[in-house]
């Protein structure tokens, strides 16, 4: 059964650094696009709403294997993987306030597989989320 379980989540003060961690399993990381998303922590929206708030991080290409960021965390964020653990992190750094979130791992295990990006759209799988805090 297809699963990805997410954890590394935390309160740290701005400048501080976490590391998450994303176990999947009933699937090889290596042959499928996984992603990092941020999704806004508004407890008031409806599924569908907080959904469309889900921001795309990271990603491996499956095209060529690079690592792919977003803007906004372009210098401070890494995207790695164990492929023997069939685990996907992501390291932050010099986390900012507007980092706040719950971050959670997705991967397109669905066809037509595109390849990876920082769009929602193109994930099929996604786990439960972890919660990131930053104070300033």
Same mark, same amino acid.
């Given at each position: ?16 650094? $976490?590391? $998450? ?6 699937? %090889? ?6 992603? /990092?998303? +941020?999704?806004?922590?508004?407890? %008031? ?8 708030? +889900? ?7 499956? +095209? ?11 210098? +401070? ?5 164990? @492929? ?8 932050? %750094? %010099? ?25 929602? $759209?193109?994930?099929?799988? /996604? ?8 104070? @300033?």
């Amino acid at each position: 059964q297809l699963q990805l379980v997410e954890s590394g989540g935390g309160s740290v003060d701005s400048g501080g650094s $976490l590391t $998450l961690s994303c176990v999947a399993s009933g699937f %090889n990381v290596d042959k499928f696009a996984v992603a /990092w998303f +941020r999704q806004a922590p508004d407890e %008031n929206l409806d599924r569908t709403a907080r959904f469309n708030t +889900r921001k795309g991080v990271a990603y491996f290409s499956t +095209r060529d294997g690079s690592a792919n960021y977003d803007d906004s965390v372009k210098g +401070r964020f890494t995207i790695s993987k164990d @492929s023997s653990k069939n685990t996907v992190y992501l390291q932050m %750094n %010099n986390l900012k306030p507007e980092d706040t979130g719950v971050y959670l791992c997705a991967a397109d295990t669905a066809l037509p597989h595109y390849g990876g990006s920082l769009h929602r $759209l193109e994930y099929d799988a /996604w786990g439960q989320g972890t919660q990131v805090s930053v104070s @300033s």
